[in-house]
């Protein structure tokens, strides 16, 4: 597994059964399963082709009584009855914000939700504020040279106010390298609309002034 995956593991609590969305090759599923964080899994993806190839490491680790593979798209049919712990890594924020909201086993305080998205990060932090979700750690790695986020989550029906910056940086840490290198990513995404709304019209003169607040918030944040 690549530092992602190994740091979504880390992250995890110990559960009854965790499914693993968007499952693709199947480690994520077999290491916890294996190593007994999970006791059991559910492998989840929409696509026949990485669901095979999640069947084969199954299989290949001797696992297949305690993982069930599951053609879907996103939690769609696991009930949550079932389900302790939902893992979904390498997708799009705002995907993963869909995902969540359309399972009825979402918004349920029994539930931990490991989460690493891949890109629109602030989309995603922005659902979970604005729907009663608590993120209780969030913790960076770097991947193939690009850094990440992974954040550990459950759902407690508050609404709690927020900061705008909080949307692209959460609560990370900027103590360690890769959370510096996450906070970098972060300011050249913004600095880049920023250059974009300059060369733009007047009208957009608001936008512009927001996205210099975000920047100077997020070099505060990362300088603390």
């Known amino acids: 597994m690549d530092q992602r995956l190994t ?9 009854r059964c965790g499914a693993d969305i968007g499952t693709d090759h199947g480690y994520l599923i077999c290491s916890l399963v294996e190593e007994r ?12 082709m990485p669901l095979d190839k999640a069947r084969q490491e199954v299989i290949r680790r ?6 069930q593979l599951v053609l879907t798209d996103g939690l769609t049919g696991i009930d949550p009855e079932e389900v302790d712990e939902v893992f979904i890594a390498g997708m799009g924020g705002d995907l993963m914000a869909q995902i969540l909201d359309r399972w009825p086993g979402s918004r349920r305080s029994d539930k931990v939700f490991c989460l690493q998205p891949m890109s629109k990060g602030e989309h995603l932090r922005r659902f979970l504020f604005q729907e009663g979700f608590y ?4 913790k960076c790695c770097v991947a193939a040279g690009r850094p990440y986020s992974v954040m550990r989550v459950i759902y407690t029906g508050r609404r709690e106010a927020h900061l705008p910056e909080e949307e692209y940086v959460g609560k990370i840490d900027f103590s360690t390298d890769e959370a510096e290198a996450y906070g970098k990513k972060v300011l050249a ?10 060369q733009g019209t007047g009208d957009r003169m608001g936008e512009l002034q927001e996205t210099e607040a975000l920047i100077q918030a997020v070099k505060r944040r990362m300088e603390q």
């Open 7 to 15: 740091l979504v593991k880390e992250m995890a609590r110990p559960c």
């Open 37 to 48: 964080i999970a006791q059991r899994g559910i492998a989840a993806d929409i696509n026949a």
């Open 135 to 138: 993120v209780e750690e969030e």
């Open 189 to 198: 995404a913004l600095e880049k609309r920023r250059k974009g709304l300059a």
């Open 62 to 67: 001797g696992l297949e009584e305690r993982i």
